[in-house]
């Protein structure tokens, strides 16, 4: 059963559209009530490339982090945003705890109601 907070193996897709790359992503919600279509955020080890202030770092030492099902310290990539079939989302791995989900879909709730 899918839900948001999983964290799931999938292709997600490269920002100019040339391919895909088989990673982990977060699933943050259900995007249609009509449809098996999931808002889900890229999942990476590069730290260093996180947007400061926005995305989530999960460390080892996190409560949450075993949990995860991830290998090494990562960073949820809230810049990096896609709506994929539910039927894509293949070979959950994991999951986060619900408060960092929700601090999540806050911090993403905050950033979409900003002007540019």
């Given at each position: 059963m899918k839900r948001a907070g999983q964290i799931v193996l999938t292709p997600f897709p490269h920002t100019d559209l040339s391919g895909a790359k088989l990673?982990?992503?977060l699933m943050l919600r259900r995007a249609s009530e009509r449809f098996d279509d999931w808002l889900v955020c890229m999942v990476s080890?590069?730290?260093?490339q996180a947007e400061a202030g926005f995305d989530e770092i999960l460390l080892l030492g996190d409560p949450d982090f075993a949990a995860s099902g991830l290998k090494a310290p990562s960073v949820l990539r809230?810049?990096?945003l896609a709506v994929l079939q539910g039927n894509l989302l293949a070979g959950s791995i994991g999951a986060i705890d619900d408060a960092r989900l929700l601090r999540i879909r806050q911090?993403?709730?905050r950033w979409i109601g900003e002007a540019d």
């Open positions: 990673r982990p992503v080890s590069q730290i260093e809230l810049s990096r911090r993403l709730a």
